[in-house]
């Protein structure tokens, strides 16, 4: 097809020339005559359809539009980028850290979950149908039920013990950390915690290995070489002896200092797993033995990181979660040093 404004130009030009009649029927012949140009492409324009038309136009606008684009747009891959990273939250640091120092001390890490059966949660560890730690204000229950009783939101990771001393043999060195949930909402109490649990069954596991493995786990933990550390008498249904455990510390201005001073923090539950409780799962007490612990983890993190309220790790307030998180590119390590 010709350009129409070219053959315009070009019917003009020859018009101009008239000079006499003959060139006047030149000009009819060549351009309007039945062969003639104007007749040829009036033909090829009928035999076009109007969407060939129309996307041969755009082919020629979009190749043109891009060539220009070309030409103007550069990419800087030398400029930052303003985007922002999100922070590991204090708890999942924590649990982190305390994986892997126990894991340097040997232990693996066991699950169970966190909706329990009322006879894992507190039959199988000795706790007495009477005990406190069941009352209906502690404890949530659910719908569901197991044998006949209502199961439980656990209230602490000590159901992890049972469902793992089921399932394996001792010797047994593991730890458990998770969610655990009881009826209490206050500035120092949530009702979604953490807490991670620890169990060791063997052949003659006592109470000095509790406490130098704890002792190991606080120095690292706050990465202090002095502690002091004592050993309150207490009583838990599912160990025999049973104690709680208090880090030293002092307050220098608004800082706590762990580890040296004269308060006490009560930082821990422990002791021998009871004979009840080993034979609940088929262990011989006569032949094995052991000890458990049980931390909360939240407390963990507010006394290594000066959080001061409880509350604030559940609020997803994005301005504490990066005052208080962890960059992923950058995490505190403490791995190595239990050499
Ligand atoms: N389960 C106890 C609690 O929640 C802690 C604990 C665990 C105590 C293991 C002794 C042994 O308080």
Known sequence: MKDFRELETEIKKASDKFTNIESINEFRIKFLGKKGIISLEMKELASLSGDEIIASKTEELNSEELEKKLNSETLDITLSTSKSYGTIHPISQVIEEVITIFGDLDFFVAEGPEVETDYNNFTALNTSEHHPARQMHDTFYVETETDGMPNVLRTHTSPVQIRSMLKQKPPIRLIAPGKTFRCDNDQTHSPMFHQVEGLVIDQESNMSHLKGCLEIFLKTFFETDKLNMRFRPSHFPFTEPSAEVDIGYTKKGNQLIIGEGE??????????VHPNVLENVNINS??????AFGMGIERLAMLKYGISD???FFDSDL???????????????IIGDLS
Do not use: A, V
């Open 263 to 272: 308060d006490w923090l009560e930082i821990l539950g422990c002791g021998m």
């Open 319 to 333: 301005r504490w979660n990066k005052h208080y998180g962890f960059s992923p590119l950058n995490i505190p390590s």
């Open 310 to 312: 409880l509350r604030t």
């Open 286 to 291: 006569n032949e094995y033995q052991g000890y």
